[in-house]
């Protein structure tokens, strides 16, 4: 069974910090996408990272993938009280019968002003 | 962009009534969608996997005769909770995959909240 550890589980910073969250797995992924999930909403797609060593930066948000391709990170610089919300990160095995995305416990974070 | 339409957003209802959630992809079409379930402050656990025209793939532990999923069209999944009750009360969350395969993205409904008296 494939797993994907997400750390930290909750995070409360001030506003303007720069903050870090990490997605590890002992297991290799076709690709991998970060959600950010706001209260009774459904996941939100913020990038899909595919190659490993692969960064992609959306504006104050910058992802890597692992070179391995079992680990990634969302790293977010000068955090604001908008960026509040659930991050998931999700792992897809292209290979797999059905594709289906396996989940993070995800990373609650709180900006405060 | 791809739209998920979920359908109802919030529902509540007596112990022992039966719950049809829709999920409908409105401008694409989705061979496959998916069925979540997310408890507070949790993430999401992947319920079943569901094929237009097929049988639904359950997880571990997810009872089929419970959630009963119809995927009749390629735009259309339901998910029906059978005689509900109050353990059932959670957050059901729909994606629908991009027909194309399975490297194709998978774009989420809004969730449906079920609450169960």
């Known amino acids: 069974t494939q797993l994907l550890e997400q750390s930290p589980q909750f995070l409360s910073i001030q506003e303007g910090e720069n903050l870090t969250v990490y997605c590890n797995s002992s297991?290799?992924?076709?690709?991998l996408q970060w959600y950010r999930q706001e209260p009774g909403e459904g996941p939100v797609l913020l990038v899909t990272v595919v190659t490993g060593g692969e960064v992609k930066k959306l504006k104050r948000l910058t992802f890597q993938f692992g070179d391995a391709r079992k680990d990634s990170s969302l790293h977010i610089t000068a955090a604001q009280p908008g960026d509040t919300g659930l991050y998931l990160c999700a792992g897809m095995n292209y290979g797999g019968s059905q594709g289906n995305l396996i989940f993070g416990k995800g990373t609650k974070l709180s900006v405060k002003p | 962009g791809a739209v998920v339409s979920q359908h109802p957003s919030w529902v509540i209802c007596k112990s022992g009534t039966s719950v049809k959630i829709e999920c409908r992809s409105l401008?694409?079409?989705?061979?496959?969608m998916f069925w979540y379930r997310q408890f507070p402050k949790q993430s999401l656990m992947l319920m079943a996997t569901?094929?237009?025209?097929?049988?639904?793939?359950?997880e571990q532990g997810v009872e089929k005769d419970k959630f009963l999923i119809n995927h009749a069209s390629l735009t259309l999944s339901t998910l029906t909770v059978t005689s509900a009750h109050p353990e059932d009360s959670s957050f059901y969350i729909c994606?629908?995959?991009?027909?194309?395969?399975?490297?194709?993205?998978?774009?989420f409904g809004d969730g449906t909240r079920l609450s169960i008296l």
């Open positions: 569901s094929n237009e025209g097929s049988k639904a793939t359950y």
């Open positions: 297991s290799v992924f076709s690709s």
């Open positions: 994606s629908a995959r991009v027909t194309g395969g399975s490297n194709q993205p998978q774009h």
């Open positions: 401008d694409f079409q989705a061979t496959t």
